[in-house]
């Protein structure tokens, strides 16, 4: 389904004009830390003419028909596009955490590495990740990596994503 361009859009947001919306599916977590799970999304990118979108996720873990168990993460955000093609991402977690992460926007896919983390003191110890997202038969796919409790960087998060 193709997105209006709001007329107030800036132009160093042009590549991550997709994003806009609201977005919802399932995904699946796995980490060797914990026990893998099946989760539902919404993820919701407004903006208001700066160079830059607000960016809101909450999500839910499933069982295995889909029903909700329980309330799982949340976290809100800045994506800021200080020139086109390149973004910064300033997120905050429920769990405690806070990054700071850099990349580049093209063509219908985002990616971006962690260039600093802190958390608080009962937060679990997040060293590092690795972020794609892709705009794929009009549908958002993304994949979240991460470094973190002595592991190496590796699959954490992945998801599917339709505009709602």
């Not at 020139?83 to 769990?95: A, C, D, I, T, W």
């Not at 892709?134 to 992945?158: C, F, I, R, T």
Request: charged fraction near 25%.
């Amino acid at each position: 389904m193709p997105i209006e361009l709001p007329p107030n859009l800036h132009l160093n947001c042009a590549p991550v004009v997709w994003l806009l919306g609201t977005w919802r599916g399932n995904g699946h977590g796995d980490y060797p830390t914990i026990d893998g799970f099946s989760f539902a999304q919404e993820i919701t990118f407004q903006q208001d003419g700066r160079p830059f979108f607000h960016y809101f996720a909450k999500s839910w873990i499933v069982d295995e028909s889909g029903e909700k168990v329980r309330d799982a993460a949340q976290e809100t955000g800045f994506l800021r596009c200080p020139e086109r093609g390149k973004v910064e991402l300033l997120l905050s977690h429920s769990s405690g955490v806070s990054e700071v992460w850099y990349g580049n926007a093209d063509d219908g896919k985002i990616e971006m590495r962690t260039a600093g983390v802190s958390f608080t003191e009962t937060a679990k110890e997040i060293t590092g990740g690795h972020r794609l997202y892709g705009n794929v038969d009009g549908d958002l796919l993304y994949a979240y990596d991460m470094e973190a409790m002595g592991q190496e960087l590796q699959p954490h998060l992945w998801a599917r994503l339709q505009r709602a």
